[in-house]
């Protein structure tokens, strides 16, 4: 009895359309151990129409390793856009990444590969609809918008807020790693309004020095270097705690994931699948899965992929991995 009651349910199509998303894959860390290794990017928008207001996007990259972030408002989200933002933003003033991760979106193509890789840089599409391969950009979207929109009552004046907001997110301090991205990347926080406000001891005395003779702030040579050093080797010893914080808690995230995996499914011609449909799942009230659909066969050599049919007969030309489909 209970096995009819699980295979009646198993079989409800309504239930199958808006099933959750199966996990079909271990999860993939990637490892970066300096800033500047590995960069993301994405566009954010696009945003509503405002009277006088020309930009429409947000264009943003972060830095795997720090979490630190760059961003600026645009007005078009195209290849030049790209190209220009990578190379006057981040190139031209931090050097040149071994790689870069994004989307497969347009804006994305062939024009920014082929500047990326005249750079010497890795560019790198992620699969279609694999929201984890791009999980640290999908990320820094949500912490900047969520800052975003704190601090801009109105709404028209985002664009000018823009570079506030992402100081603010660059100075926040990551709970695990114990430092802010811009402690990890700059090796320092940058001072806001609130340190200006509420002075630390440090500031405050440095700056009634200032007020009084320059020549009582400036270092010698010698004291100066010890300083520059003191600092590198500070910076040095966070690094390596921060990448054994980093590593510990993907580790961790990864074990959590890796226990709801399913394994392949091995369909047979005739059994009746459904397919993941990537573009309603994260729409509100629309179904995650459609079909049913009619397994015809293996789609290639390594038994991972199927040809599929609608329900009349009708073939579907593509050929689709078993990790978009589940059995019905």
């Not at 720090?66 to 031209?92: G, P, Q």
């Not at 000018?160 to 709970?175: G, P």
């Not at 009582?216 to 050093?229: G, R, S, T």
Request: glycine share 8%; hydrophobic share 35%.
């Amino acid at each position: 009895m209970a096995v009819d009651v699980r295979d009646y349910v198993k079989r409800c199509l309504t239930c199958a359309k808006f099933g959750t998303v199966i996990r079909s894959q271990t999860s993939a860390r990637v490892v970066v151990s300096e800033p500047m290794e590995l960069l993301g990017i994405d566009f954010i928008g696009p945003f509503p129409s405002f009277s006088g207001v020309r930009k429409k996007w947000i264009l943003i990259a972060v830095d795997y390793f720090s979490r630190y972030i760059w961003t600026e408002a645009v007005e078009r989200s195209d290849s030049d856009t790209v190209i220009n933002f990578l190379k006057n933003a981040i190139f031209d003033k931090f050097g040149l990444p071994i790689g870069v991760y994004m989307d497969p979106g347009h804006h994305f193509g062939e024009k920014t590969r082929n500047f990326a890789e005249s750079c010497g840089t890795l560019w790198n599409n992620s699969p279609v609809a694999a929201k984890r391969a791009v999980g640290m950009i999908e990320k820094s979207v949500d912490i900047l918008q969520r800052v975003l929109k704190k601090i801009t009552p109105d709404q028209k004046l985002w664009p000018e807020r823009l570079s506030k907001a992402t100081l603010e997110v660059n100075k926040r301090e990551i709970a695990h790693l114990a430092y802010s991205p811009s402690e990890i990347f700059l090796g320092f926080n940058p001072s806001g309004p609130l340190e200006i406000k509420y002075k630390t001891d440090r500031r405050q005395s440095l700056g009634e020095v200032m007020k009084g003779n320059l020549g009582n702030v400036l270092p010698e040579d010698d004291e100066h270097a010890d300083y520059v050093i003191n600092f590198i080797a500070k910076r040095i010893d966070d690094r390596k705690l921060i990448l054994g914080r980093s590593n510990y808690y993907k580790d961790k995230a990864a074990q959590r994931h890796d226990l709801g995996i399913r394994g392949q499914n091995e369909y047979s011609p005739g059994e009746l699948v459904m397919l993941y449909d990537h573009k309603q799942a994260g729409t509100k009230l629309r179904p995650t899965w459609r079909g049913p659909f009619v397994i015809v066969g293996f789609g290639g050599d390594m038994g991972k992929s199927y040809k599929l049919r609608q329900i009349n007969g009708t073939p579907i030309p593509l050929t689709l991995s078993w990790r978009l489909t589940k059995e019905i």
